[in-house]
């Protein structure tokens, strides 16, 4: 995981606030949620609009845009709540750049999801996420890449625990990652049994398999 802020192309700017009540307002929406925009959220903006058009690569079926959203935080930060039901109302992918005051500096907390295109909504995954940047950071160009789909899956890098390989998809890196996520959570669980067992020979049976499963996630990652 790798804390980075992108320089987006002047090509692809927008800067067009987008009302919070058009996410939160929807049927589907729980109140919940809709009270979590209204606490934590100060503004959003549609920030910049990466497509052909405006960058000169190439979209697909599944990535025929990506969108840059900054969403201002009223407080300490944005929860995933709130992000999920933005993603769900736009079909193409997001990149979320989340802005807070902390301690009187501008901090940046970038923040995205592996999103498939669905019939009704799209699928998400969990969130992927940097630390808190300072804003005055310098910005890094874009990744090169041939494609929209190919940039997707290179800004998606740096928030994940994966490296994605030379020709992979980004849905293949997010099949990946979740089988990152349940052997962590078996190693997890190994560990535990290894430091209550008594019998020396379960001991080392487990140990031996705790060692598979952590050769397993170094070759996945």
Request: hydrophobic share 40%.
């Amino acid at each position: 995981m790798r804390d980075v802020l992108y320089l987006w192309p002047n090509a692809a700017r927008v800067e067009r606030r987008v009302p919070k009540e058009r996410f939160y307002e929807q049927g589907t929406v729980s109140a919940s949620t809709r009270e979590r925009f209204v606490s934590e959220v100060g503004r959003i903006t549609w920030a910049y609009k990466l497509a052909d058009a405006t960058i000169n690569l190439p979209d697909s079926e599944s990535v025929p845009e990506i969108q840059v959203f900054r969403i201002e935080a009223k407080d300490k930060d944005v929860s995933d709540h709130v992000l999920s039901a933005i993603d769900k109302a736009i079909p193409s992918p997001i990149i979320f750049e989340l802005v807070r005051e902390a301690e009187g500096k501008g901090q940046i907390r970038v923040v995205a999801a592996h999103k498939q295109p669905g019939l009704n909504t799209p699928k998400i995954t969990q969130y992927f996420s940097s630390g808190w940047i300072g804003a005055v950071e310098a910005r890094q160009p874009l990744p090169t890449a041939i494609s929209l789909a190919a940039l997707y899956a290179a800004l998606l890098e740096p928030l994940t625990e994966v490296e994605v390989r030379p020709g992979e998809g980004m849905s293949e890196v997010a099949d990946r990652l979740k089988e990152v996520g349940k052997l962590e959570r078996e190693i997890t669980a190994l560990q535990r049994k290894i430091k209550n067992e008594k019998q020396l020979n379960r001991k080392v049976e487990l140990r031996r398999t705790l060692k598979e499963h952590q050769t397993a996630l170094a070759s996945l990652r």
